[in-house]
């Protein structure tokens, strides 16, 4: 398990000194969310769905099957909705965690360095995978099939769009 000491350190949060942030950590059975202003923490607040959390509860199968992603959206949606006035206006978006470690993994495993991502490069491979989950071969994608994969990336989605965000960091 990822150290909550450990959030507000680091050349990014550093680097956006004069600026503020939002840290999203995605742990294995519930998340943190840091509002940072320098190394200020202007908000902290956990919330109970984790990646590891998500998985066990709505995906089952490998690759997960379309209706499990649509319950584990609809999780996700109830577990964001209330950050969403304590979020509004914040500049830019790192995800830490676990959740940075499997979508930075899944993104080298189809071939891709990138740390940066912005909302519509998410909703391009949160859409590789529903086609996965709706049948598409795996092997087209090359995009890891597992649970925990799924519901990083979904969680990431989620937040992204339903908080505004137009761009994250991934901090592995």
């Given at each position: 398990?990822?150290?909550?000491?450990?959030?507000?350190?680091?050349?990014?949060?550093?680097?956006a000194?004069?600026?503020?942030?939002?840290?999203?950590?995605?742990?294995?059975?519930?998340?943190?969310?840091?509002?940072m202003?320098g190394?200020?923490?202007?908000?902290?607040?956990?919330?109970?769905?984790?990646?590891?959390?998500?998985?066990?509860q709505c995906?089952?199968?490998?690759?997960?099957?379309?209706?499990?992603?649509?319950?584990?959206i609809?999780?996700?949606?109830?577990?964001?909705?209330?950050?969403?006035?304590l979020?509004?206006?914040?500049a830019?978006l790192?995800?830490?965690?676990?959740?940075?470690?499997?979508?930075?993994?899944?993104?080298?495993?189809?071939?891709?360095?990138?740390t940066?991502?912005?909302?519509?490069?998410v909703?391009?491979?949160?859409?590789?995978?529903?086609?996965?989950?709706?049948?598409?071969?795996?092997?087209?994608?090359?995009?890891?099939?597992?649970?925990?994969?799924?519901?990083?990336?979904?969680?990431?989605r989620?937040?992204?769009h339903h908080?505004?965000?137009?761009?994250?960091?991934?901090?592995?």
């Amino acid at each position: 398990m990822y150290q909550d000491r450990n959030m507000i350190s680091g050349n990014s949060l550093t680097a956006a000194a004069s600026t503020e942030i939002t840290v999203l950590e995605l742990r294995d059975d519930s998340s943190l969310v840091l509002r940072m202003e320098g190394t200020q923490a202007l908000l902290r607040k956990e919330f109970a769905l984790g990646v590891a959390a998500l998985a066990r509860q709505c995906l089952r199968h490998e690759p997960p099957l379309p209706i499990e992603l649509e319950h584990a959206i609809e999780l996700t949606e109830e577990a964001l909705m209330p950050l969403a006035a304590l979020l509004a206006g914040s500049a830019g978006l790192i995800l830490k965690g676990l959740g940075a470690f499997l979508i930075g993994q899944g993104l080298t495993r189809s071939g891709s360095t990138q740390t940066e991502l912005t909302l519509d490069e998410v909703e391009s491979i949160f859409n590789r995978v529903v086609s996965v989950s709706q049948g598409r071969p795996a092997s087209q994608e090359t995009l890891p099939t597992d649970a925990r994969f799924f519901a990083a990336l979904l969680m990431l989605r989620e937040f992204m769009h339903h908080l505004h965000f137009a761009q994250v960091t991934l901090q592995v």
